[in-house]
């Protein structure tokens, strides 16, 4: 016995450290890992983001140098501070307060003095640096954005949120990623892929040099330069029309999908959103919850579109043989479709064929033909079921599936719609009438309704709508080049577009015509409403106007809404023939016209809206102040200066 | 027999485990060193290269000198602890080394040997008997003059040492209950730091109980179960009082880190959590050679002194750890080994004492690194950095290969 003691002890002990060890090293991963992050240090190089140019080849989006001053607290030695501050335009206090934080982060680390200063603030200090110990800087590269319109489109750059920085293993805590427009659904291709160096770190984490020979280490590849389908002097100009108006704007060229502006009111200058202030910019765009001058109004405001949707009741009835261009309806200034309903019309009365119900808008004809679709068919629910499929191969009730991250389906009603609204069936064609002349149940967006002119201008056919037109060494997504066939078959588009056509020369747009361009269009208001202490109140309409043009080989579809402008062709149609004369000539013959427009403003009107706070009032004073007020705004900066020359991947 | 070889008889198995040891620990300190700048695998160099005229010398020497000067040498090696207080020179706080020029010597480190020496001298003599309460008090205190000694420098770490040669004396016949007191107080002081003093007063009493109604009954003795619970209750308030109120509070850390009741891992949880990290992040079969991240780092405080085995973690991994467990293990055993079978018992004693030290210093190390034992500064042997450390194991190991490798000649 008493010899084995020791000898136990010893195995015993022994088993006991394996155990141990094994432990630590097989069963406890964290260990690893915290390993990992311990001693070798990530050093990340970032590429330089990809530029936009729009699509005719001019510079939209470049990158400006930007400098962060760094200082290592305890090299800090003599600096004369009053030099020093006047130099960077800081005070003694400021001076002190930072160097301080800097302290309490780490004496011996670096930490950012002072970030994001721009060329000529930095200018003046840069030639002094080496006179103080201690500090250094860091170059960074931000947006540098060569105009002042098209915030939205571009969206911007912004620090990756820790959601984000969990989810996707690209990522880090502080990068910089693209947020809402180009900058979001291109980022990958924007971005780049940021190099990384591996380093070995001691324990004071001090560097003390490459990683296995940089055997890992990865260079920094270059963002992709993109050109969008924007026309920037239109997208301008249509910016400009809207100024101290709410809407927007959505121009497509029907051939291709390509969006050729969209434009949303009120809007800013992009270059808010950068450096310094784009904090503090940002938050004030996004608590303004009036003028919500964030909300991307040509692809997210969903109204009723009114009369522009007669184009699509009178295409599916034709389709459907319940009318021909010579089928009759009588007009009584209004239609009586049940007994003690009536729907008013504005249109002149009498006798009509299709052709005149489009360019005088005749409710009564759309209602007839829509309520001749519907009883077509036995079943009323199969019957609007056609109908839906109709108006869905136009892009409605659906996201398109365009390249920007924000979007609205819209609505078109389909059998389930009413089964949910009416529980014990009964409903007919009479209860769901509304909808021929775009009201009722339909619902719809800028950009939808700029599509569906481009599909009826292209008899027939449209491509998703798209903001890319061209990645240097890429193709564009398939989807954009891929031809959507409408359930209308050709031939009955003619009539309908030489009703549009007239509507520019007989109807309700007379007053718009431009000489020489053969326009089709057709105006729309749609009726809303809100709310003032719980009593519904009918508000200003809003003014639409659809177009394209030319009649022949169309080269441009149009969509304009203008938030409670009232009738379509007091500015929405204006608007329209604005900007497809500037599109298509380039020069605007009609300068009385453009001078009212851009003269007109509707901000008293939106001062009305709604009983609004004292404290509401005041944000909306300060937020104002960012948003784009003058009327005229100075040409394009054509800039020379840009840190293209340095692109290279270092 | 007078122009033997002195490579006669002598025991190849432990000759080769240790020069696999001393190999590995070099290059494990080379590994090390890259992260600072000192070069201490170069010193370290030297200190090796020295051992082999230290070797020759020890097998050269006859083998009954050991035993016939075993008193002579003790006594030299007690004056030179004490000439620590006199003359010592002290680094980081600790007065244990003597220096001549830049060089330094640990004379606690050869204390070790000599105590060896001392407490096989004074057992082989045939009239001592350890049942008599003298000689059990005599053979204590040869153990407790060194402590006595080294306690104060302060060096808990080489004192903690002398605990094992209790085990030798239980081999050589002392009386069981010393090694379960010893069991049972530390089991008490880890269970009262563990659990709350009440608790650990209400198992001992439950044991207590069992013990008493489970003996026969002429042993049954009421007085001295009483006497035991009065003892044991004491005992653990007084740990929680000593605890509390003598340690130090970075003693109150230490064991406070290993129970997990503090994690402060910048401060005095820095070095476990940190030799943690290193030994965790090997897997199976480490990083490789010179590739240790942990160990490039230098994230590893004293890592080529007591941290020595983080690096053998983590860059050999499970498989490389194994290996020189084993090979540790494996020497301890042949040891105990060829003490068993030596014909004087003065080897024998000496024997197991040499197993004993090398084995506790092994356990102490690489618990503590391993994070199962309190912070203690006590160096792994023939691996840990230092020539004071490196000689006085080799001296203390061949003298008992010299002792076997002359049981032959001893009639």
């Given at each position: 016995m008493r010899k084995v003691l020791l000898p136990s002890l010893i195995i015993l002990a022994t088993s006991l450290l394996v155990i141990r060890i094994f432990y630590l090293q097989i069963v406890d991963d964290t260990l690893k890992l915290k390993s990992e992050n311990n001693a070798i240090k990530k050093k990340y190089e970032f590429p330089e983001r990809g530029y936009m140019y729009d699509r005719k080849g001019k510079l939209l989006v470049a990158n400006q140098a930007s400098y962060d001053i760094m200082v290592i607290p305890r090299e800090v030695k003599n600096t004369d501070t009053l030099e020093f501050c006047q130099l960077l335009n800081i005070t003694k206090e400021d001076f002190i307060k930072k160097i301080e934080k800097a302290k309490i982060y780490s004496p011996r680390l670096p930490s950012v003095f002072l970030s994001q200063l721009n060329k000529s603030e930095f200018a003046a200090f840069q030639e002094k640096i080496r006179k103080y110990e201690g500090f250094y800087?860091?170059?960074?590269?931000?947006?540098?954005?060569?105009?002042?319109?098209?915030?939205?489109?571009?969206?911007?750059?912004?620090?990756?949120?820790?959601?984000?920085?969990?989810?996707?293993?690209?990522?880090n805590s502080g990068d910089?990623?693209?947020?809402?427009?180009?900058?979001?659904?291109?980022?990958?291709?924007?971005?780049?892929?940021?190099?990384?160096?591996?380093?070995?770190?001691?324990?004071?984490?001090?560097?003390?040099?490459?990683?296995?020979?940089?055997?890992?280490?990865?260079?920094?590849?270059?963002?992709?330069?993109?050109?969008?389908?924007?026309?920037?002097?239109?997208?301008?100009?249509?910016?400009?029309?809207?100024?101290?108006?709410?809407?927007?704007?959505?121009?497509?060229?029907?051939?291709?999908?390509?969006?050729?502006?969209?434009?949303?009111?009120?809007?800013?200058?992009?270059?808010?959103?950068?450096?310094?202030?784009?904090?503090?910019?940002y938050t004030e765009l996004y608590r303004d919850s009036i003028a919500k001058p964030l909300y991307d109004r040509g692809l997210l405001a969903e109204y009723a579109p009114g009369s522009p949707f007669k184009i699509l009741t009178g295409l599916i009835a034709l389709q459907e043989g319940v009318i021909d261009a010579n089928t009759t309806v009588f007009c009584n200034r209004g239609f009586s479709y049940a007994r003690g309903r009536f729907m008013?019309?504005?249109?002149?009365?009498?006798?009509?064929?299709?052709?005149?119900?489009?360019?005088?808008?005749?409710?009564?004809?759309?209602?007839?033909?829509?309520?001749?679709?519907?009883?077509?068919?036995?079943?009323?629910?199969?019957?609007?079921?056609?109908?839906n499929n109709h108006a869905k191969s136009f892009g409605l009730g659906q996201f398109m599936g365009y390249d920007l991250p924000t979007g609205k389906r819209g609505k078109i009603p389909s059998s389930k719609t009413y089964k949910r609204m009416y529980p014990n069936g009964?409903?007919?064609?009479?209860?769901?009438?509304?909808?021929?002349?775009?009201?009722?149940?339909?619902?719809?967006?800028?950009?939808?309704?700029?599509?569906?002119?481009?599909?009826?201008?292209?008899?027939?056919?449209?491509?998703?709508?798209?903001i890319i037109k061209k990645i240097e060494g890429h193709k564009i997504d398939e989807k954009f080049t891929t031809k959507h066939v409408t359930t209308i078959d050709k031939k009955h588009f003619k009539p309908i577009i030489s009703g549009l056509f007239d509507v520019y020369n007989l109807g309700t747009a007379r007053s718009l015509r431009v000489e020489g361009i053969d326009i089709c269009g057709k105006t729309g208001t749609a009726e809303n409403f809100t709310r003032i202490g719980g009593v519904k109140v009918k508000l200003e309409d809003h003014s639409i106007f659809v177009a394209f043009a030319p009649k022949d080989n169309p080269k441009i579809a149009i969509a304009v809404m203008v938030e409670n402008g009232g009738y379509g062709a007091t500015i929405a149609g204006p608007i329209a023939s604005l900007m497809i004369e500037k599109y298509l000539r380039q020069k605007i013959t009609r300068i009385d016209l453009e001078k009212r427009i851009l003269a007109t403003s509707l901000q008293s009107r939106y001062a009305k809206l709604g009983g609004l706070s004292e404290a509401v009032k005041l944000q909306i004073r300060i937020s104002d102040s960012l948003l784009k007020k003058k009327t005229i705004i100075p040409a394009v900066k054509v800039k020379t200066d840009t840190t293209k020359s340095n692109k290279q991947a270092i | 027999m007078k122009n033997q070889s002195i490579t006669n008889n002598i025991d190849w198995i432990s000759i080769i485990i240790y020069v696999l040891l001393v190999?590995?620990?070099?290059?494990?300190?080379?590994?090390?060193?890259?992260?600072?700048?000192?070069?201490?695998?170069?010193?370290?160099?030297?200190?090796?290269?020295?051992?082999?005229?230290?070797?020759?010398?020890?097998?050269?020497?006859?083998?009954?000198?050991?035993?016939?000067?075993?008193?002579?040498?003790?006594?030299?090696?007690?004056?030179?602890l004490a000439g620590l207080f006199l003359f010592g020179k002290t680094i980081?706080?600790?007065?244990?080394?003597?220096?001549?020029?830049?060089?330094?010597?640990?004379?606690?480190?050869?204390?070790?040997?000599?105590?060896?020496?001392?407490?096989?001298?004074?057992?082989?003599?045939?009239?001592?008997?350890?049942?008599?309460?003298?000689?059990?008090?005599?053979?204590?205190?040869?153990?407790?003059?060194?402590?006595?000694?080294?306690?104060?420098?302060?060096?808990?770490?080489?004192?903690?040492?002398?605990?094992?040669?209790?085990?030798?004396?239980?081999?050589?016949?002392?009386p069981s209950w010393y090694v379960w007191t010893g069991f049972i107080t530390i089991l008490l002081f880890v269970l009262t730091l563990i659990l709350e003093p009440q608790y650990v007063i209400l198992i001992g009493l439950a044991t207590l109980v069992l013990v008493h109604f489970k003996s026969r009954l002429a042993d049954r003795n009421i007085i001295l179960s009483s006497i035991l619970f009065v003892i044991i209750s004491g005992f653990v308030l007084s740990v929680n009082y000593v605890f509390e109120n003598v340690f130090k509070q970075h003693h109150r850390d230490r064991f406070n880190i290993l129970l997990g009741k503090t994690v402060d891992l910048k401060g005095i949880g820095y070095n476990t959590n940190q030799s943690e990290i290193a030994i965790g992040s090997g897997g199976w079969i480490g990083k490789g050679f010179l590739e240790g991240t942990q160990t490039k780092g230098g994230f590893v405080p004293e890592q080529h002194t007591d941290y020595i085995f983080t690096t053998v973690g983590e860059e050999w991994g499970f498989a490389g750890s194994l290996v020189v467990i084993a090979l540790?293990?494996?020497?301890?055993?042949?040891?105990?080994?060829?003490?068993?079978?030596?014909?004087?018992?003065?080897?024998?004693?000496?024997?197991?004492?040499?197993?004993?030290?090398?084995f506790t210093h092994f356990f102490v190390n690489i618990a503590m690194v391993v994070g199962i034992f309190p912070t203690i500064g006590v160096p792994l042997p023939f691996f840990s950095y230092g020539g004071s450390g490196l000689w006085g194991f080799t001296i203390l190991l061949f003298i008992f290969i010299k002792m076997d490798a002359n049981k032959v000649n001893e009639w």
């Open positions: 800087f860091q170059k960074r590269s931000l947006r540098d954005y060569e105009v002042d319109f098209g915030a939205n489109i571009f969206g911007s750059i912004t620090q990756v949120n820790e959601k984000l920085v969990a989810k996707n293993p690209y990522y910089l990623i693209g947020r809402q427009g180009v900058e979001e659904s291109y980022e990958d291709l924007l971005r780049g892929i940021k190099g990384v160096k591996y380093i070995q770190k001691d324990k004071y984490n001090r560097e003390i040099g490459s990683y296995k020979e940089g055997k890992y280490d990865t260079i920094a590849i270059q963002g992709e330069d993109i050109n969008l389908t924007i026309d920037a002097e239109i997208q301008k100009y249509g910016e400009e029309l809207m100024i101290n108006k709410r809407g927007g704007i959505v121009a497509i060229e029907p051939k291709t999908g390509e969006i050729l502006a969209l434009v949303t009111a009120p809007s800013y200058d992009p270059g808010i959103l950068v450096g310094r202030q784009r904090s503090k910019n008013g019309c504005h249109c002149h009365g009498g006798a009509l064929q299709l052709h005149r119900g489009i360019f005088e808008s005749c409710n009564s004809y759309f209602a007839t033909a829509y309520m001749k679709t519907i009883n077509k068919y036995s079943k009323p629910a199969q019957a609007v079921d056609i109908w009964g409903w007919r064609s009479t209860a769901i009438v509304s909808n021929s002349i775009g009201q009722g149940e339909v619902v719809m967006t800028p950009i939808q309704l700029a599509n569906m002119m481009a599909t009826v201008a292209n008899e027939g056919y449209y491509y998703t709508p798209h | 190999i590995l620990g070099w290059l494990n300190i080379y590994s090390s060193s890259l992260s600072s700048m000192e070069d201490t695998y170069e010193k370290q160099l030297i200190f090796i290269v020295l051992t082999i005229p230290l070797i020759f010398i020890i097998l050269s020497v006859d083998g009954k000198f050991y035993e016939k000067y075993a008193s002579i040498i003790f006594g030299i090696s007690l004056l030179t980081a706080g600790q007065r244990c080394w003597y220096a001549i020029g830049s060089f330094t010597i640990q004379p606690s480190e050869f204390a070790k040997a000599a105590t060896a020496l001392a407490l096989a001298k004074y057992l082989s003599d045939t009239q001592i008997n350890l049942k008599e309460v003298n000689r059990q008090i005599q053979a204590l205190a040869i153990i407790l003059l060194p402590v006595i000694l080294i306690l104060p420098q302060p060096d808990p770490g080489s004192a903690l040492i002398y605990s094992i040669f209790i085990i030798v004396l239980y081999r050589e016949g002392l540790f293990a494996g020497l301890f055993l042949r040891i105990i080994y060829l003490a068993e079978r030596q014909k004087t018992k003065f080897s024998r004693v000496y024997g197991y004492c040499v197993a004993g030290i090398l």
